[in-house]
Each structure stands twice: as C-alpha cells, then as structure tokens.
C-alpha cells in the first residue's frame, strides 16, 4: 500500500528549500511557487549536501518518533531565557544564531530531532552542545517550550484538539457546498484554494491520512486523523454520502493522500474527493495555520 516514507532528515531540509521558512530570508525554489527547481532537482541538491556534510542523517520511526515529550513548557521558558535569547532572539526572531520562531519547523519538525539539536549542537555553528550544560530534564523542558511556540511566539499556550466523534466529521455542516474550482489533474486542490473555503465556511470533510502521532503535532483544523493504514471500510462508514467534498492530505507531500483518494473514488464510490496538492508541510510552510492534537489519546 502506497504510503509516506519514513521521516527522516533530508525530508525536513527538502521542504524548507522547497517552500523557504516564513519570517527568514529563505525563499521557496520549488517550482509549484514560483522557484527554479522541480522536487526532483530539490531531492538531488538534498542528497549532494548529505554527501557533501558526510554524515549519515537522524532516522525517526514514524510510528513512535512524533510523540511529544512530556515536560514542562513553563520552565523550558527560563531555560531559553537563560542560554537561548541571547543568541536566537528574545522572539526566536534569531541574531547570532539563527531565527527559530518557524511555524513550519516549530510545528512539524518532531520533538526528538528538535532535543537532537540542543544536545549534539550545530556543527560548523557557534551553538554548543547542551549535554554537559543543561540537564536531562532542562533540555526536554526546553524542547517542550519550543514546541509549544508551533502557532506563535507569544502564544500562552496552545488548545489542544481531539478528534470529533464519527458523527462529526463534517466542518461547517450549515454551510455551502466550496467552491473549488476545476481540480489539477482532475485531483489535486492548492493550498490557497482549500484555506479560502474553509475560510467562507464552506461544508466539507478533512481526512489527515498520516500516522495519527503527526496528526496530534499539528494539524488543519477541523481534519479528522484517518491513517493511510486503517481500515478504510470502517472509515467510510463515517463519512457522509450526500455529495460533501472530501479532501485528503498527508505530508510527503502526496503519497499516501493519493492512496486513500484513488480507493474512495474507485472502491467506495466517493464523487467529490481531492487531494491537497502541496501537502501539510506545503501548507504549514506557505503560511496558513495548524493546531495541535490531543496527545492524551
């Protein structure tokens, strides 16, 4: 079954030269935004600067590897205070290291990398390794609060969402049919189309197809966690049969959407079915929010 590959550095460098990092100098190559490069010239720069660094890259079980750390945001605070601002801002706006307010990387990157870095350092960087500085406990406490800065900086603390219940998977069901437009490809919806609909209120479903650990680190509000793997029988009885637009995402930024579309429309009988073309990192990278998961479920 066709699925996202496992999480695995390169992706997260890939995605930051494809769509840049908002709120830093680094603007988007892809072409899907305007850049010089297709995803498979970005996939072969990846690669040559792995060669390049010769370093193998931090592999995380995307089963297990988006859990987030259970600490305390409030004393990560005061721990990045006290070792941190100076050098990456007060607002993580950066100065002599560099800016780490990142929705993007804030949002999607998983906890473990984040604790990766604070410990190993940045090789080449003026950043030191927090291993014989900070405490076990400081260093998640300090992950921890810089998780919990995903949508904004000045944020007190963020609401976290579970998922509604099945008879609930419809957003705004008083609203309008959306009004999507001609699909790419017959399939494909951008992120600007999706976030005006669902800013106007539009009636549909959001299905996150990744593991349901990364719905839980960030996701389109209102999106149900449907897993690329789950039993697509029992999911389908959920879902409304009335000509309701179903969208799909995943992160890779297809893949496993796709999947899932392609047996909605082919095996479930589902019309009105898209996937978002750009895919959460896309979306998230683009600007457009995200909110985080219960992590309790």
């Known amino acids: 079954m066709p699925a996202c590959p496992p999480f695995r550095f390169p992706r997260i460098l890939g995605e930051a030269i494809a769509y840049g990092r908002q709120g830093t100098p680094i603007g988007g190559y892809l072409d899907e935004v305007g850049g010089p490069l297709a995803r498979q010239d970005i996939r072969d720069l990846v690669h040559w600067l792995r060669e390049t660094a010769g370093v193998e890259p931090l592999a995380i079980d995307p089963e297990k590897g988006h859990d987030r750390l259970a600490a305390d945001a409030a004393d990560g605070a005061r721990v990045y205070r006290a070792h941190c601002a100076s050098c990456h801002g007060d607002q993580g706006e950066g100065g002599t290291g560099t ?3 990142n929705a993007a ?45 995903s949508t ?8 976290l969402r579970r998922p509604p219940p099945l008879d609930r998977y419809v957003i705004n069901p008083e609203g309008e049919a959306p009004r999507f437009g001609e699909l790419k490809d017959g399939r494909y ?12 209120r539009r009636r549909m479903v959001l299905l996150d197809t990744r593991v349901t650990s990364m719905w839980q680190m ?6 149900v966690p449907v897993p690329y793997y789950a039993n697509r029988e029992q999911a389908v009885a959920s879902l409304p ?34 996937v978002l073309y750009e895919g959460i990192r896309g979306w998230v990278s683009l600007g457009y929010p995200v909110v985080a998961g219960d992590a309790s479920k």
């Open 241 to 274: 049969r009335d000509s309701t637009w179903i969208v799909a995402y995943c992160e890779c930024p297809r893949a496993a959407a796709d999947s899932v579309v392609k047996w909605l429309r082919e095996e479930g009988g589902f019309g009105h079915t898209a």
């Open 99 to 101: 800016a780490l307010g």
């Open 218 to 223: 960030a996701h389109i509000e209102g999106a």
């Open 105 to 149: 990387m804030l949002a999607l990157t998983p906890d473990h990398f984040l604790r990766h870095a604070i410990v190993e350092a940045r090789q080449g960087t003026p950043m030191p390794a927090f291993a014989g500085i900070l405490s076990a406990t400081e260093i998640d406490n300090l992950t921890a609060f810089r998780r919990s800065r």
């Open 189 to 200: 919806l951008s992120a600007a189309v999706l976030d005006r609909e669902l800013r106007a």
């Open 152 to 159: 904004g900086w000045s944020a007190e603390g963020r609401t």
